[in-house]
């Protein structure tokens, strides 16, 4: 077993584990991948399948898992990728798909690109005249061979695109393009901007929703599992989970985090974590910190508070029938039985007043609840 100090210092035993990022399978998603294989499967399946799933929850590879299976039975693909900023360009994303789907159609018939189209999708754009792309797009999709259109991180399209995608009746339109969409999902409904008319997706008729969930304790040691190439140890697994809430990118940004530091070492195949071991802290680019920053105040200022409040645990109790006072402990404070070796000393907080990468980690406990 492992030795540790009481200032948290690995005793020199095992060597550092890495991080291995090469596996592509997804874990815990077979139910959804049958869910979303079925729909694009059928001939009367729906027109429209929206993805939604929290930040960091696994949306894009979901997507591209989905995408290769798509392309094994024969299937063409085109993804469309949204970036933040694309909010600010009324019907950019109709007019991509107007130029992804008219460029797949020549190319399946073997045409020279004649440019109408396109060019009139261009004219639309340019006036905001979106009752002119709801036409052209509704074109597109009717005449275009068959192909699935993968749209990912919908979030951050523009409204005037999404409100054209819901002027389209989907059950009433022949067309082979089925038109997946992958947008996150707020704790919270919204009915105005973008995250707005993203959830108003889910109303169109004809469309189906596919909802990926959080991983479990069993899928998250078994994501750890696979990312360190060994064994986690009962301790390191359920930390892993209580820390991350089962969210797969949060789980790769902690065992990032460790791993630089060389906390988590690997011996006879199998990994382990010290019971003191702080939580890392999040760099400034981080989707985690960068979605807190996005919330602006009060949020950040929640988030500050709770980087404080967290580590120390909840506040004691009074037992109704001996009176006697009794402490809960919060997620994530209880620790794996430490060594003979080591002293016990009281430990102290090292989460920083107002600290904004601290504040991350409470934020997907507190943010994202279970």
Known sequence: ?????????????????????????????????GQIHDFLSDPDGPRLVLV???????RSAFLKAAGERLRAQGTAVLAVDCAPGDGEHPLLLALRLVMALEEHRLAAERRQPAGQPVARALSATDRRDRPAMNTLLRAALAQSAPVAVLVDDAQHADPESLAVLRGIDFRRLVSEVPLVVSAARHVERSTGGVRGAVERLADVAGARTVVLPRLGPEDVTALVARRLQATPDAALAR????????????????????????????????????????????PDGDRFVTALDALGEPCRAVAAALSILWPL???????????????????????????????????????????RTRASWSTVNARWPS
Not at 16 to 29: H, I, K
Not at 52 to 58: A, D, N
Not at 320 to 330: E, F, I, V, W, Y
């Open 52 to 58: 939604r799933g929290e930040h960091g929850v696994g």
């Open 313 to 355: 645990g909840c506040p004691p109790s009074r037992s109704r029938r001996s009176g006697r006072t009794r402490t809960r402990r919060a997620p994530g404070r209880r620790y794996a039985r430490q060594p003979p070796c080591s002293t016990r000393r009281k430990r102290r907080s090292t989460w920083r007043t107002g600290s």
């Open 239 to 282: 930390r892993a989970y209580e820390v991350t809430r089962g969210v797969p990118g949060a789980i790769d940004a902690l065992l990032t985090g460790w791993t630089r530091r060389g906390e988590i070492r690997l011996a006879d195949g199998h990994a382990f974590l010290g019971a003191r071991t702080p939580v890392p802290v999040l």
């Open 1 to 33: 077993m492992a030795a540790w100090s009481d200032t948290n210092e690995l005793i020199r035993w095992g060597t550092p584990a890495g991080l291995d990022r090469t596996g592509d399978s997804l874990l815990g998603r077979e139910r959804e991948l």
